[in-house]
């Protein structure tokens, strides 16, 4: 008698994570490659977060795009992911195993199946805005792509800024656009989503140090943030790589790194931000690199490398590199108005005196806070936020990336503070959970 062999054959349920940055991109590709399908839901017109903004990483000084944009790339590619870029969560109901979410898709006002990136009406585009990908240091078009990496690869029109949908005239990037990509009449949208789980990787946002008027940023040309340093030494930024002072354009002999710019301070933020620390370290090596008469200092309160590598990179930055730690709180930045030249007024705890250095460029090391509309976010999922913004989990040692509502998790820094590696191994982490409800 012939034997009959039966396939059981089982139906993966599917997946919402939100937040397109290396925690969201590590989730979905782990889920993806058990064969969940994923739904990648990001704000903004392309995934990647501020990991796709960065030079290089600590403690290896390896380039950021270069890790970064093979992942990117692969979720693009990746059968069972569906990137749901330029869009946001604005439901969510059920329960763990059968949630339905509803999401907005912005209109971009250009067609994502239609469009092919080529840059043709960008280039033809009259309007000129604040480029906030090179953290507003040049201008972009009112017809973009974030930068060249992007993921996916499609223009969006910002209509705060086009002429044509404030205006009524204009529409140059419709007559030039040989795809017929471009749609002006396009309107926001709203998908529904049957999925087991939700992972929630919203990132963070940069403390704005505008509100320590203390250091000057904002009136003084060459202070600068942590993140504005990054777009400048980047060959794919502003300057092309380039540090320049202003009004000069010269090369900064000196370079101030002041550590802890609105975290670790009770009128700001209390806690550690847990990175820039090791930032400065980078970036002070970066500007070694680049400009061997350059002479960095790190202004610091502790140094906290805890990290796998951390200690011995800070060691290294001080003996190969000659950076400068002084350990101390800086209580002011004054310029000379008349060379532009910065003082950096300090308390040194280790000698008790005030001391003042001057240098050409000082560097914010600005706190990390939790990205914009946490509260919101918080709301429609039905979990809980800290008091610094963060989302709560269920306990910190026994389940860290569990949420208080069964099947939601969480990854990253909108947990708690954390570097890439660490972002990374909790976006996996995350996955694996998603996984053991998607699987029961």
């Known amino acids: 008698m012939q034997q009959v062999k039966r396939w059981l054959v089982i139906e993966m349920k599917s997946m919402l994570v939100i937040g397109g940055g290396i925690a969201g991109i590590q989730s979905a590709l782990d889920l ?26 600590f403690p290896t000084n390896d380039c950021s795009m270069c890790i970064l944009a093979p992942k990117m790339n692969e979720c693009n590619a990746h059968p069972d992911i569906d990137i749901l870029s330029y869009s946001e969560v604005a439901g969510l109901s059920g329960e763990a195993g059968d949630f339905s979410a509803r999401v907005m898709r912005r209109a971009r006002y250009v067609n994502e199946d239609k469009c092919t990136g080529c840059g043709e009406c960008r280039a033809r585009c009259p309007s000129k805005v604040p480029n906030e990908y090179n953290s507003n240091l040049d201008t972009r078009k009112a017809i973009f792509l974030p930068y060249p990496q992007a993921v996916p690869r499609v223009m969006t029109i910002d209509k705060d800024h086009c002429i044509y949908l404030t205006k009524g005239k204009c529409g140059v990037c419709r007559k030039v656009c040989s795809a017929g990509a471009v749609d002006y009449e396009q309107e926001d949208t709203f998908v529904d989503l049957d999925v087991a789980a939700v992972i929630v990787s919203t990132g963070f946002e940069l403390f704005d140090p505008s509100q320590m008027p203390e250091y000057g940023y904002g009136r003084y040309a060459n202070v600068i943030t942590a993140m504005q340093y990054e777009r400048m030494i980047c060959a794919s930024g502003p300057t092309s790589g380039h540090l320049e002072t202003s009004p000069a354009k010269q090369h900064p002999e000196k370079i101030a790194f002041i550590q802890c710019v609105g975290s670790r301070d009770m009128q700001h933020n209390p806690y550690c931000c847990s990175v820039c620390c090791m930032h400065a370290v980078k970036e002070s090596i970066l500007a070694k690199e ?20 951390f200690e011995e990179y800070t060691a290294r930055a001080e003996k190969d590199y000659g950076v400068q730690y002084i350990r101390s709180r800086p209580g002011q930045i ?3 108005a008349g060379t532009k030249k910065l003082t950096v007024w300090y308390d040194d705890t280790v000698n008790r005196k005030v001391k003042g250095l001057e240098v050409d460029m000082a560097v914010l090391c600005t706190c990390l806070v939790p990205a914009k509309g946490g509260e919101k976010l918080a709301k429609i999922l039905g979990i809980e936020i800290d008091e610094s913004g963060f989302f709560e989990n269920m306990d910190e040692l026994t389940s860290p990336l569990d949420s208080k509502r069964s099947g939601i998790f969480i990854a990253g820094y909108c947990q708690s503070p954390k570097d890439i590696p660490e972002s990374v191994a909790q976006g996996s982490g995350a996955a694996a959970r998603a996984a053991e409800v998607g699987s029961a």
């Open 32 to 57: 993806a490659d058990r064969g969940f399908h994923v739904y990648l839901v990001e704000r903004e017109p392309s995934i990647g977060g501020h990991m796709a903004l960065l030079d290089k990483t």
């Open 334 to 336: 004054t310029e000379d």
């Open 290 to 309: 680049h400009y061997d008469e350059s002479q960095s200092y790190i202004f610091y309160t502790d140094l906290r490398a805890t990290g796998k590598g």
